[in-house]
């Protein structure tokens, strides 16, 4: 890939692919911040980066992997901080009804992963599969799964903390 195609591969998918991983990781600056470093390593690369290859899928599965690694680091550090750390006392955030992206934090890590690329992404199961190494059968029950986790919490949004102490 030229640099002229990789410059058009990078303003045609860089926003589209900047929302999938926001549906992954729940954080609209790390999607950002992992697409920028997955587009850097995809630099490096571009010499054998084939449009008919997907590069976008290329792309997507470096930058996922970076969310990934990124998210185990900062589990790490939170309980080292936690086992050694001052245990200072801070308010959580404010209870408020439950939106798509608190409901999609509620799953796991492979079923965000997979809706993200089903509904969001539009890939076929097979796509899925092949991007994260899952057989089509367990990319359909991650699936399964994560839609019935979903329509529980987007159905029955939680109340703010006050009201739902009421109700005991």
Do not use: N
């Not at 930058?63 to 200072?88: F, M, P």
């Not at 965000?112 to 359909?140: H, N, S, W």
Request: with cysteine; glycine share 4%.
């Amino acid at each position: 890939m030229t640099e002229e195609e990789f410059t058009e591969f990078y303003r045609h998918s860089v926003h589209r692919l900047t929302g999938q991983l926001y549906v992954v990781t729940g954080d609209l600056h790390e999607a950002q911040d992992v697409v920028q470093e997955a587009f850097v390593r995809a630099w490096g690369h571009r010499r054998s980066l084939d449009r008919d290859r997907a590069p976008e899928a290329w792309v997507r599965t470096v930058a996922g992997r970076l969310a990934v690694s990124r998210w185990r680091r900062a589990r790490t550090a939170a309980r080292a901080w936690r086992r050694h750390g001052d245990r200072a006392e801070v308010d959580g955030p404010d209870p408020a009804p439950v939106d798509l992206a608190l409901a999609l934090r509620r799953l796991s890590e492979r079923q965000r992963l997979c809706a993200a690329l089903f509904y969001v992404c539009d890939l076929p199961l097979a796509q899925i599969a092949e991007e994260t190494g899952m057989a089509p059968g367990t990319v359909k029950a991650h699936l399964s799964r994560a839609r019935a986790v979903l329509a529980q919490h987007l159905d029955h949004p939680s109340e703010p903390r006050e009201h739902a102490d009421d109700l005991h």
